[in-house]
């Protein structure tokens, strides 16, 4: 059964940092995993998605990259700011759990200190 | 383009009591999900939908029944209201691009409690 785990489960930082948060899976066999923020009450925005070919993705100061074998993924902010104060989340299409699934972790409290 | 949309925003139900949660994509896609969140977990698919007239169960379907008519809509049905779920429900769309190629959007969010 495929598991997802995001840790830490809380970070908090000071502006102007470059931080990375982790993303851990049990199943390598993918379809593609998924960055999210969401804000407090919020729903989620994706960030970015890497297909299960791919080994990274960037998007202005987010960077995701995803290492299928060893079963981990990253997402790397750089220049961090209070903006960026969020929980981020991701999700795996799993194969092996049926064909339009998502699985989440349940994501990383991000905040950055002015 | 509103992108996905669901009402109502907060519902407070009592137990035993049925509603049903609205939800509406304008952006053509294929697939719709509904989740539920719970504090300090992660999400829980309860039903999902590949095109109109299919749908097919997720992790946590029971107490819920949805349905696909047209593209654009997908309604979830609480049957019989149980504090258990009381939670935040969120819909979510996305479209095939081709094989493994899924981006999914999210709709705000209902915040349901059932006392």
């Known amino acids: 059964k495929q598991e997802v785990t995001q840790i830490p489960a809380a970070l908090s930082v000071p502006e102007g940092e470059n931080l990375v948060l982790n993303c851990s899976f049990t199943?390598?066999?993918?379809?593609?995993l998924q960055w999210f923020r969401q804000d407090p009450g919020k729903g989620l925005t994706s960030l970015l998605l890497?297909?299960?070919?791919?080994r990274e993705q960037t998007s202005g100061r987010l960077n995701a990259s995803l290492d299928k074998s060893s079963g981990r993924s990253t997402l790397y902010i750089a220049a961090s700011q209070p903006g960026d104060s969020a929980t981020y989340l991701c999700?795996?299409?799993?194969?092996?759990?049926?064909?339009?699934?998502?699985?989440f972790g349940t994501g990383t409290r991000l905040k950055v200190l002015a | 383009n509103a992108g996905v949309t669901q009402t109502p925003k907060f519902r407070i139900l009592k137990i035993g009591q049925s509603m049903t949660l609205q939800c509406a994509q304008d952006?053509?896609?294929?697939?719709m999900y509904w989740y539920r969140q719970d504090p300090g977990m992660g999400l829980k698919l309860i039903y999902y939908?590949?095109?109109?007239?299919?749908?097919d169960k997720g992790e946590v379907p029971n107490g819920y029944n949805v349905s696909r008519s047209t593209t654009e809509d997908f309604p979830l049905r609480l049957e019989l209201a149980a504090p258990s779920q009381t939670s935040v429900y969120f819909c979510?769309?996305?479209?095939?691009?081709?094989?493994?190629?899924?981006?999914?959007?999210f709709g705000p969010g209902t915040r349901l409690t059932v006392t």
């Open positions: 979510a769309s996305s479209y095939s691009m081709g094989q493994g190629e899924y981006e999914q959007y």
């Open positions: 199943d390598s066999a993918i379809y593609n």
């Open positions: 890497i297909q299960s070919s791919q």
């Open positions: 999700a795996v299409r799993a194969t092996t759990s049926g064909t339009y699934k998502y699985i």
């Open positions: 952006m053509n896609h294929n697939y």
């Open positions: 939908s590949v095109g109109a007239g299919i749908t």
